[in-house]
């Protein structure tokens, strides 16, 4: 199908770069560009792309952001969320021994083990724990992946325990894990840090409340922000990842604009209007009901977002033989369209997608509810085609196969 006239008004720019066009209602995904950035981020970007700076200058204002931001002692700025786990987890094998650093990862020593629920083992585009080992970490799992009890993380604890890792993502599972409080509490009576990847997360402060020594942010997801991870926490442990630059991190280095965007992100989320942005998203969620309303198999309701983050999304239920198509073929063919509607669809085997509102440009909202409800027509009409499942569950390697073929 053809844009929509009413549709957002940079359409222009797909246009003129030969890009194709999309619209997310997938979420804050790093495979789709991950957010749309907030003006202040884009202005600060802007402004300092052209300049030379201090780059240890620039990284101390960040830390008194970041400390402002989330009542950390002190913070910096990397590349990545990714990054971030990696620099952490170092911080705890190396301390401030720079010479230690620069043998990473090596040459770690005995005292190398990150403990790690085995639930909490996911994959959010890679593996979580290649993160830790690319740091020369030994990772420990503990628990069974859905029953995780305190002598099971003491038994893992020992005197070469470095840190404690524990992962906040709709990725992990979902019940039957340890707490964070408690999590802490117990690495904390033998000494050992605790790293919080929070990458996704709304709430900057709740985690090192709950007791992380330091917590990991992704700067270009809800913040809004360019590329970036934030790594925020207990000045010692800050400073010692911070030293890692000398070594792994240097291959994970941030830009000038990327610290300096994200330093406007993280100032412009204390003054946004966030009850405001909850009633758009509320009005979207409501559009994209009623469109659904009325067609067979198709069962759309409200739910909240696992993590705890203040965001609902729209779970969209499909019997494949009442509406012609199963959940996975509707998405695909929603990413098909022009512009490609992209959807959260990583759960769309158990029989559902779902729609997420929080990075909705103007006119994109109306544009979802009319490819829904014409794909929906489309299926129960036989007209939309079962996608390979073989092939579906190797689209994440394939994608990287195969993007530049001869």
Same mark, same amino acid.
């Given at each position: 199908?053809?844009?929509?006239?009413?549709?957002?008004?940079?359409?222009?720019?797909?246009?003129?770069?030969?890009?194709?066009?999309?619209?997310?209602?997938?979420?804050?995904?790093?495979?789709?560009?991950?957010?749309?950035?907030?003006?202040?981020?884009?202005?600060?970007?802007?402004?300092?792309?052209?300049? #030379?700076?201090?780059?240890?200058?620039?990284?101390?204002? %960040?830390?008194?952001?970041?400390?402002?931001?989330?009542?950390?002692? %002190?913070?910096?700025?990397?590349?990545?969320?990714?990054?971030?786990?990696?620099?952490?987890?170092?911080?705890?094998?190396?301390?401030?021994?720079?010479?230690?650093?620069?043998?990473?990862?090596?040459?770690?020593?005995?005292?190398?083990?990150?403990?790690?629920?085995?639930?909490?083992?996911?994959?959010?585009?890679?593996?979580?724990?290649?993160?830790?080992?690319?740091?020369?970490?030994?990772?420990?799992?503990?628990?069974?992946?859905?029953?995780?009890?305190?002598?099971?993380?003491?038994?893992?604890?020992?005197?070469?325990?470095?840190?404690?890792?524990?992962?906040?993502?709709?990725?992990?599972?979902?019940?039957?894990?340890?707490?964070?409080?408690? #999590?802490?509490?117990?690495?904390?009576?033998?000494?050992?840090?605790?790293?919080?990847?929070?990458?996704?997360?709304?709430?900057?402060?709740?985690?090192?409340?709950?007791?992380?020594?330091?917590?990991?942010?992704?700067?270009?997801?809800?913040?809004?922000?360019?590329?970036?991870?934030?790594?925020?926490?207990?000045?010692?442990?800050?400073?010692?990842?911070?030293?890692?630059?000398?070594?792994?991190?240097?291959?994970?280095?941030?830009?000038?604009?990327?610290?300096?965007?994200?330093?406007?992100? $993280?100032?412009?989320?204390?003054?946004?209007?966030?009850?405001?942005?909850?009633?758009?998203?509320?009005?979207?969620?409501?559009?994209?009901?009623?469109?659904?309303?009325?067609?067979?198999?198709?069962?759309?309701?409200?739910?909240?977002?696992?993590?705890?983050?203040?965001?609902?999304?729209?779970?969209?239920?499909?019997?494949?033989?009442?509406?012609?198509?199963?959940?996975?073929?509707?998405?695909?063919? $929603?990413?098909?369209?022009?512009?490609?509607?992209?959807?959260?669809?990583?759960?769309?085997?158990?029989?559902?997608?779902?729609?997420?509102?929080?990075?909705?440009? %103007?006119?994109?909202?109306?544009?979802?509810?009319?490819?829904?409800?014409?794909? #929906?027509?489309?299926?129960?009409?036989?007209?939309?085609?079962?996608?390979?499942?073989?092939?579906?569950?190797?689209?994440?390697?394939?994608?990287?196969? %195969?993007?530049?073929?001869?």
């Amino acid at each position: 199908m053809s844009m929509s006239s009413d549709s957002h008004a940079d359409w222009s720019f797909y246009e003129k770069s030969g890009l194709t066009p999309v619209i997310n209602v997938s979420g804050t995904m790093t495979s789709l560009g991950a957010s749309i950035a907030v003006p202040q981020a884009v202005e600060a970007v802007a402004g300092i792309l052209p300049r #030379f700076v201090s780059m240890h200058e620039l990284q101390r204002m %960040a830390s008194d952001t970041i400390t402002e931001a989330t009542g950390a002692e %002190a913070g910096f700025i990397t590349a990545s969320a990714s990054a971030g786990i990696s620099l952490s987890i170092a911080a705890t094998i190396t301390g401030m021994d720079a010479g230690r650093a620069e043998l990473l990862p090596r040459r770690p020593g005995e005292k190398c083990e990150a403990v790690v629920q085995l639930g909490h083992l996911c994959n959010y585009g890679a593996p979580v724990g290649q993160a830790a080992e690319l740091a020369g970490a030994r990772l420990v799992a503990f628990g069974q992946s859905t029953h995780v009890l305190d002598h099971q993380l003491e038994a893992a604890l020992s005197d070469n325990t470095a840190c404690g890792l524990y992962v906040v993502s709709h990725h992990v599972v979902e019940y039957g894990q340890m707490p964070l409080p408690r #999590f802490a509490e117990l690495c904390h009576a033998t000494g050992v840090p605790v790293i919080v990847d929070a990458a996704s997360e709304y709430d900057l402060r709740r985690f090192l409340r709950e007791g992380a020594d330091l917590v990991i942010y992704s700067a270009h997801k809800f913040l809004g922000g360019p590329t970036a991870g934030i790594v925020a926490g207990r000045r010692d442990l800050v400073r010692a990842a911070y030293l890692q630059n000398l070594g792994i991190g240097r291959g994970m280095k941030v830009g000038k604009e990327s610290i300096f965007g994200t330093i406007a992100a $993280l100032k412009a989320w204390a003054a946004r209007d966030h009850d405001g942005i909850r009633r758009r998203e509320a009005e979207a969620l409501a559009l994209w009901q009623k469109a659904l309303a009325g067609l067979a198999g198709v069962r759309a309701e409200i739910v909240p977002d696992p993590t705890g983050n203040p965001l609902d999304r729209l779970k969209i239920s499909v019997d494949r033989e009442m509406a012609g198509a199963s959940a996975m073929a509707i998405g695909v063919a $929603l990413a098909g369209e022009r512009p490609a509607v992209i959807v959260r669809d990583h759960e769309a085997e158990l029989g559902y997608i779902q729609l997420d509102p929080c990075n909705l440009a %103007a006119g994109h909202a109306e544009i979802v509810a009319d490819r829904l409800r014409a794909v #929906f027509e489309s299926a129960a009409q036989g007209a939309v085609e079962e996608p390979d499942p073989d092939q579906l569950r190797n689209r994440s390697a394939a994608g990287y196969l %195969a993007w530049l073929e001869e």
